[in-house]
C-alpha cells in the first residue's frame, strides 16, 4: 500500500469498484479498500437488476448471473395475483445475479484498470486537514497506517461511518429503514423466470415478500418491512419464517442473510470538502423496489469522473464537486428516485382492502398497451374510493 | 445499557445506519458499541433478528 493516491476508495461493493475503475482509466492513481476479508461476501441482496441498467456497466456473463427474468408476478393481500411479462415491462426485466462472483468481476476489473485492492482493510478514521478530508488512517491485519488521498470516495453501504466522520449526517429514520431477512431457499417449485412480489400489511408491513429464482428449484426467498414495524415476535425473520412454513414448508435453506435497506430520501448533500459519497451510503437505493446496485454503479462511476477533473484542476472542494451532486440529483435516476420516493410514500398508507382492489382491477385490464400512467388513469376510474390516494399517485406520476 | 447478542448478530450493519448518535460499528462480523450509546432503542427495534437488547444496568 503506497502512502499517498490520488483516490482513496472505501468499500468494494459495486459503487467501490465502479469507482476504482474508472478513476484508473482515467489515469489516476486509485486505491480501493475493503473491511472484509473478500470481495462479494457475506451478499446482503436480494440479487436483481435491470437488464438494460446492468449493461451499462458490464456486458452480462453466465458466470454472475444466477437467472434470467422474464417477468414479474405481483400477488394481493387476498391472493389475486397479476403478471407483467417482458414485452410490457420493457427494461424492467432483468437479471438475479450472484453477488459472490459478480463483485469480484467488478473488483477484478479496477485491478486491471491499475487500482490498488486490499481486503481486510478498514478505514477507521478520515485525516482531516482545515476542516477538508485529505485521505484516511485505516487499519490492516490490526496495524493502522496512514493513506493520504486528494480525494476520498465513500462507498461502504449501508453502513456507512465514513461521511459520518467527515461531518455528514448519515441518520436513517427508523420508519426508512426496511429491516431485511432472506433465505437462499433450494429444493422448492418455483417459475425459474419469474420474480414474485406479495404484499399485504399482515404478511410484510409497509414492504413485501420477494421470491427471486436463482435457477431451477432454488430462490433467494426475502421480505423488507418498515423498521417502525418491527418488533419482538414480530421482526424481518418471524414473519419470513411464517411465510416460507405456509408457501414453502419443505425448502431447504442453503443461506441466512439479514440486512438494512435504506427507503429514505436521498442525502441532502454527497459532496464535502475532498468528500463523494455514492450508493447506499448515500442513500440511494430505490425507495419504490429497495434496488441499490445500479444506482451505486452509476454513481461509482460519475464519482470518479468528476474527480478526475477537479483532481487535474487542483481544487477537490465541496464547491468544485457539486457536478457530482448535480449530476446524478438532474439525471434520470435522480428524477427517478424522487418520484419513487412519493409513491413509496402513497403506497404505504394502503390497507389490505385497498391493496387487494388495486391488484384485482389492475388484473382485469388489458395490459397489452401497458403505461404506468394509463394503467392508474384505469384504476382511478375503476376504484372512486381510492380517488385521493390515486390522484396523488397520478400526479407523482404525471 | 445495549446488549449484543452474538449468537443471535447477523452482522448485517442494519443497526449502524439507524443510530442517532454514531454509536455503533460494525467490524467485519463484530458489532461494536461505543459510549455514545443513550440506549434509545432504535436499533433494538429494527434489527432483523432480534439481538440487540437494552439491559436495566442494575441486571447486567
Redesign the interface.
Known amino acids: 500500500m503506497k502512502r499517498r493516491y490520488d483516490v482513496l476508495v472505501v468499500g468494494g461493493g459495486p459503487g467501490g469498484a465502479l469507482a476504482a475503475r474508472t478513476a484508473a482509466e482515467k489515469g489516476l492513481s486509485a486505491c480501493l479498500i475493503e473491511?472484509?476479508?473478500a470481495i462479494g461476501v457475506?451478499v446482503?441482496c436480494a440479487e436483481g437488476i435491470g437488464k438494460e441498467a446492468l449493461k451499462e456497466f458490464i456486458e452480462p456473463d453466465d458466470r454472475w448471473i444466477s437467472a434470467e427474468v422474464h417477468g414479474a408476478q405481483i400477488v394481493a393481500p387476498d391472493g389475486t395475483s397479476m403478471t407483467v411479462e417482458q414485452k410490457m415491462a420493457g427494461s424492467k426485466v432483468g437479471y438475479i445475479l450472484d453477488r459472490k462472483i459478480f463483485d469480484r468481476e467488478l473488483v477484478w476489473q479496477a485491478a486491471a484498470a491499475g487500482a490498488d485492492v486490499f481486503v481486510?482493510t478498514?478505514a477507521v478514521a478520515p485525516i482531516m486537514e482545515d476542516g477538508r478530508v485529505r485521505g484516511a488512517t485505516v487499519a490492516f491485519c490490526g496495524e493502522d497506517r496512514k493513506v493520504a488521498a486528494d480525494l476520498v470516495i465513500a462507498a461502504d453501504?449501508?453502513?456507512?461511518?465514513f461521511a459520518?466522520w467527515c461531518g455528514l449526517d448519515?441518520?436513517?429514520?427508523?420508519r426508512e429503514?426496511m429491516?431485511?431477512?432472506q433465505y437462499v431457499l433450494t429444493d422448492i417449485d418455483i417459475d425459474p423466470h419469474l420474480t414474485v412480489f406479495y404484499f399485504g400489511n399482515r404478511i410484510a408491513p409497509e414492504g413485501y415478500i420477494w421470491v427471486f429464482p436463482k435457477g431451477e428449484r432454488t430462490a433467494n426467498v426475502g421480505i423488507g418491512i418498515s423498521?417502525?414495524k418491527?418488533?419482538?415476535g414480530h421482526?424481518?425473520?418471524h414473519l419470513l419464517d411464517r411465510f416460507i412454513a405456509d408457501r414453502f414448508p419443505r425448502g431447504k435453506m442453503v443461506e441466512?442473510?439479514?440486512?438494512?435497506v435504506?427507503v429514505c430520501r436521498p442525502l441532502p448533500c454527497t459532496v464535502a470538502d475532498g468528500l463523494i459519497v455514492v450508493g447506499d451510503a448515500a442513500r440511494l437505493a430505490d425507495p419504490m423496489t429497495g434496488g441499490g446496485i445500479a444506482n451505486a454503479m452509476i454513481t461509482g462511476r460519475l464519482a470518479a469522473e468528476v474527480a478526475a477533473g477537479c483532481i487535474s484542476k487542483g481544487d477537490v472542494s465541496r464547491d468544485a464537486l457539486m457536478p457530482y451532486d448535480d449530476g446524478w440529483r438532474l439525471s434520470r435516476m435522480g428524477k427517478s428516485l424522487e418520484k419513487n420516493y412519493r409513491i413509496k410514500e402513497i403506497f404505504i398508507t394502503l390497507d389490505d382492502a385497498k391493496l387487494n382492489a388495486l391488484i384485482q382491477s389492475a388484473s382485469r385490464l388489458d395490459l397489452k398497451d401497458f403505461s404506468v400512467l394509463t394503467l392508474v388513469r384505469e384504476l382511478i376510474q375503476r376504484n372512486p374510493k381510492m380517488l385521493l390516494e390515486l390522484k396523488s399517485l397520478y400526479s407523482v406520476l404525471k | 445499557m445495549l446488549v449484543i447478542h452474538r449468537d443471535i448478530c447477523?452482522?448485517?450493519?442494519?443497526?449502524?445506519?439507524?443510530?442517532?448518535e454514531?454509536a455503533l460499528?460494525?467490524?467485519?462480523a463484530y458489532l461494536t458499541v461505543d459510549d455514545h450509546c443513550t440506549a434509545c432503542r432504535?436499533c433494538t427495534?429494527?434489527?432483523?433478528?432480534?439481538a440487540l437488547e437494552v439491559a436495566d444496568e442494575a441486571k447486567v
Open positions: 473491511k472484509r476479508p457475506p446482503r481486510k478498514r453501504g449501508i453502513e456507512s461511518k459520518r448519515t441518520t436513517v429514520p427508523m429503514l429491516s431485511c431477512a423498521g417502525r418491527s418488533k419482538d421482526r424481518a425473520r441466512c442473510i439479514v440486512g438494512g435504506s | 447477523g452482522y448485517c450493519g442494519a443497526c449502524v445506519s439507524v443510530c442517532p454514531g460499528e460494525l467490524i467485519d432504535i427495534r429494527i434489527c432483523p433478528l432480534g
